[in-house]
């Protein structure tokens, strides 16, 4: 089912709500609070365990006020002794919230141990060893090696959160379920600040999950055109350097929607009849309601863009389309929270209007608060770049940026203080 | 020259022995559909075992198995063969691998389409690449080895999301214009929420589509097309970027290519309004049987193309210039591409080669007009378990015929191989050709004197139904001897007359009882001619 879209006056709620960079906090929260639709998603189903992380080296601490929000990581044991992704990069020190999730059709329990560079093994081995010592099957082997791990095992349908900080040495950790027999081939590699060869090189990773079906084997950045869900059947994954990702529309010639994490997971259209959607690695952070620029304050339709491809050059891909009569170059580069809309429009000689939506948090150097989003100026309209920031990460993102020119929240019933200057009519 | 009557002065010998639909019976067989499509044959017995048969077709033909680049989905939607004799194939999850034989590496040159089917190479070096949303240029502008630009050159047609909207093509006209063809969905799913093209408002609605599909699916047609120019085929000119819809009628066209006079032809699947596959020859304009694209016509009106009495949609259509007998000839053939005329391929030159899906089989290809009707013949050509199931794309190296095979998830195979002929032909019927009292049959060698006896000749006589019913019973059967069979003076070709010609049949020649003067067996002993127009 699509995404509930607000199709609703977007100008009419900016006249009367006070915005602006300058957001306090407290802004923010409002913010946050109040819609961020994808978010839902992701909250805790009833039967999830929230487990503390079990490290002496690299303590999490509880959830707090005030304390740094974990990145999500969804992780899932399935049948055929897998990890769901096999792989995934992160950064060194990085908190991360692991969502464990017992998806295994052939309903086997299993955990989540994490382990130093190049121990899966020795790890797996003490598991043999303790199970053929009597212990009980889902005993933890105690062994230097091992990190941090799910409290016991996960049964089948059953999920858990584990907290954890990314060790600050680089390198291949590996994670590994040790319920005995499965870590032969139940493990994956986490790849701390250190590149991800092609999957069909990985040799930190079982052979067999090159079956899986990540689009691109977890290389970024990668494009793949696939079936998505929320758009339409003409659409182009996009996983940028980092982890972020987007949706590209090539019928509407408009980025739908991004999300962060992993990329899209084409298995299910590739071993079947082709019928199926892309499953996303997370719900999209942001969902565009309309093409956001408007020329000569013209609003466009279906039908009046022409998607005429991409290139690679750099090392985002551009996409070059027609909409209405005005020639455009778009491309999508990841921002520190978010996205970078950057466009060029060749022979461009007058305002642009930047239209935004309410899911997001936008902002544009080049742009000047106008009614319904930016203006840029004709001078500047030849090339510019619009930031797209998820609200949760607005917050962090505007106590350490220094401000743009312009920008705009997504519209909050609760005023709040704002030193911009309030919204100028063009 | 030697003549021989036969001792049977009728030329019937048996009376449709299993034909269950005895009222289906009639002059115009192709508008009145017998009540259901059930299969009326079964498999007839291979004359040769399969190790006999792979021991013979080894005394012709080589087949070497190429193996995909590693690490990625080895099912080749698109295979071609550069300018500079490198290959290029296209594969299930995107990948455009080129192999570089003589060393045999793969390099990665494009990746990320969807669906590719069909690739060209164009006179600057850059690849057309049909994928399911798009026909793509593919160029390599830096001189890294890999595609940095994806043009888009035709998107103007429609896609419901539904799976069965594979692309093809492109195929080059002499003229230098392109063809596609768009496949028509299938009532086993539905449409996506969101479509890209107009939506048809004829025939069940839309909302129809996202309710009970199970029960709704029964309205839709086997095969759809709601959004523009499903079951077409469009011709692009790449100077202009101007796409023109070309033809209509088709189901399933995945093969497309160009006979050496620059006629199109388009293979097309058994299934609804097709009785068994076929091969069409195409001409602008032209309707060829599956109703569900008319309505995309130009001053088509309202009607649902369901609606449209059989009796109209049989006098608007241009009938297949070939059958592909079901089960007995191909299951689902695929792409044709013109054998080369070089001593190796001998006298097989200039005619068509086409891939079958379901068995490890390759078939050849004869087509003929008469009175500015098409018609011909296929054969049985290359089959040996070496090939195995799944030939889905051809193209020739030199005298390298490389294939590459295919799934998804109907039977096939994966990988690609090469076929190359080895010593001699073999004996086989090379050609049927229509005479005025029945068919002139050329073979690669002469034949033995003894073939002039009719008894050694036996002609099964049949027809499908046209109707929306899945494939068709072979209809209306006769098993038929020659009155007579003259051999020409070089021996190499019989004429073979026929005590009457019906039009709009099949002409199954069962010729195991032949042999060259040599002595030498047929090693295909099958050919099939549907006869459009008689002489």
């Known amino acids: 089912m699509p995404t509930p879209r607000v199709l609703g006056s977007i100008v009419g709620m900016f006249v009367a709500v006070p915005f602006g960079l300058a957001a306090a906090p407290d802004a923010g929260q409002a913010a946050s609070g109040q819609a961020a639709s994808g978010q839902a998603a992701s909250q805790p189903a009833s039967n999830e365990k929230v487990v503390e992380q079990k490290s002496a080296q690299s303590p999490a601490k509880s959830p707090s006020k005030g304390a740094p929000k974990p990145k999500n990581v969804s992780l899932r044991m399935a049948e055929g002794l897998r990890f769901d992704p096999p792989r995934f990069e992160t950064k060194p020190g990085e908190l991360l919230a692991f969502n464990l999730e017992n998806v295994d059709i052939s309903h086997q329990p299993h955990n989540f141990v994490i382990v130093q560079p190049g121990m899966v093994e020795e790890v797996v081995k003490l598991s043999m060893e303790m199970a053929a010592s009597g212990a009980s099957p889902g005993a933890l082997p105690k062994h230097p090696g091992i990190i941090a791990s799910s409290a016991d095992v996960i049964n089948p349908e059953s999920k858990a959160v584990l907290q954890f900080k990314v060790p600050e040495t680089p390198g291949v950790y590996g994670y590994v379920c040790t319920v005995p027999g499965h870590g032969v081939v139940m493990y994956g590699a986490m790849y701390v600040g250190v590149p991800m060869p092609l999957l069909s090189k990985d040799t930190n990773i079982p052979q067999v999950t090159l079956e899986k079906g990540l689009a691109g084997g977890g290389k970024r950045p990668f494009v793949q055109r696939l079936f998505m869900p929320n758009s339409g059947p003409a659409s182009i994954g996009v996983a940028l350097p980092g982890t972020q990702n987007y949706c590209f529309d090539s019928a509407e010639c408009r980025v739908r929607y991004a999300w962060s994490g992993l990329f899209m997971d084409g298995s299910q259209y590739w071993r079947g009849s082709g019928k199926e959607l892309a499953e996303l690695g997370d719900a999209p952070w942001w969902t565009s309601e309309a093409f956001p620029l408007r020329f000569k304050g013209r609003e466009l339709k279906a039908g009046d863009f022409k998607f005429l491809g991409y290139s690679l050059k750099g090392e985002f891909p551009e996409f070059h389309f027609k909409a209405g009569s005005q020639e455009v170059f778009e491309s999508v580069q990841p921002s520190e929270n978010g996205i970078v809309l950057k466009f060029r429009l060749p022979g461009i000689s007058s305002n642009v209007l930047v239209h935004v939506d309410s899911s997001a948090y936008w902002s544009s150097p080049e742009g000047v608060v106008a009614k319904g989003g930016f203006r840029i100026p004709a001078a500047k309209a030849g090339e510019f770049s619009v930031l797209i920031q998820p609200k949760e990460a607005f917050e962090t993102a505007a106590s350490k940026t220094s401000a743009p020119s312009a920008s705009r929240p997504a519209p909050s019933p609760s005023p709040s203080p704002s030193p911009s200057p309030s919204p100028s009519n063009p | ?535």
């Not at chain 2, 060393?103 to 590719?116: D, M, R, T, V």
């Open chain 2, 1 to 535: 020259m030697q003549i021989r009557f036969s001792l049977y002065s009728a030329a019937v010998l048996t009376l449709a022995p299993i034909a269950l639909h005895a009222e289906a019976v009639s002059a115009a067989p192709a508008a009145k559909a017998p009540a259901t499509a059930a299969t009326s044959t079964t498999p007839e017995k291979p004359f040769y075992s399969a190790s006999e048969r792979d021991a013979q077709m080894g005394r012709f033909y080589k087949v070497t198995q190429v193996k995909a680049p590693a690490g990625i989905d080895s099912q080749v939607g698109a295979l071609s063969v550069l300018k500079d004799g490198r290959i290029v194939a296209a594969f299930h999850r995107g990948d455009v691998g080129i192999l570089n034989p003589e060393k045999e590496q793969w390099s990665i040159f494009a990746e990320g389409l969807h669906e590719p089917l069909g690739i060209l190479e164009e006179a600057d070096g850059s690849l057309l690449v049909m994928q399911r949303p798009e026909l793509t240029r593919l160029r390599d502008t830096t001189g890294s080895g890999k595609a940095d630009s994806y043009e888009s050159v035709l998107n103007d047609f429609g896609m419901t999301g539904n799976y069965h909207e594979f692309a093809f093509g492109p195929v080059r006209a002499p003229s230098g214009k392109l063809y596609v063809g768009l496949n028509l969905a299938s009532s086993g799913d539905t449409v996506h929420e969101e479509v890209r093209g107009k939506w048809l408002p004829i025939g069940l609605d839309r909302k129809e589509f996202y309710g009970d599909w199970k029960k709704a699916s029964k309205e839709a047609g086997r095969m759809y097309s709601r959004v523009p120019w499903r079951g077409w085929i469009l011709e692009l000119d790449p100077l202009t970027g101007k796409s023109t819809p070309f033809a209509s009628g088709f189901r399933s066209p995945d093969g497309l290519g160009f006979d050496a006079e620059g006629h199109l032809v388009v293979s097309d699947n058994q299934g609804d309004w097709r009785g068994s596959s076929e091969l069409h020859v195409v001409k602008k304009g032209g309707f060829y049987g599956h109703p569900a694209s008319l309505p995309w016509r130009e001053n088509w009106g309202k009607v649902a193309p369901l609606d449209v009495p059989i009796e109209t949609l049989d006098k608007l259509r241009t009938p297949a210039a070939v059958w592909f007998p079901h089960l007995s000839y191909a299951n689902s053939p695929t792409q044709m591409v013109l054998i080369p005329k070089t001593p190796a391929w001998g006298p097989y030159g200039g005619q068509f080669v086409i891939g079958e899906m379901n068995v490890p089989k390759l078939l050849r290809v004869t087509l003929e007009e008469v009175d500015g009707v098409w018609q011909g013949a296929c054969y049985p050509f290359v089959e040996t378990s070496q090939l195995q199931a799944g030939l889905h794309r051809l193209a020739f190296r030199g005298d390298q015929l490389w294939f590459g095979r295919t799934h998804l998830t109907w039977a096939g195979g994966e990988n690609l191989g090469v076929v190359e002929p080895v010593g001699p032909a073999p004996m086989d019927a090379l050609a049927i050709n229509l005479t005025k009292t029945g068919f002139k049959v050329r073979f690669t060698r002469p034949l033995d004197s003894s073939s002039v006896d009719p008894t050694l000749w036996k002609i099964r006589r049949y027809t499908y139904a046209y109707h929306k019913e899945y494939g068709s019973p072979e209809l209306e059967q006769e098993i038929l001897a020659p009155t007579a069979v003259v051999l020409s003076e070089d021996g190499f070709t019989a004429d073979v007359t026929l005590a009457e010609l019906h039009e709009n049949f099949v002409y199954d020649f069962y010729l195991e009882k032949l042999r060259a003067a040599d002595g030498e067996k047929l090693l295909n002993v099958r050919a099939a001619y549907t006869l459009r127009r008689k002489r």
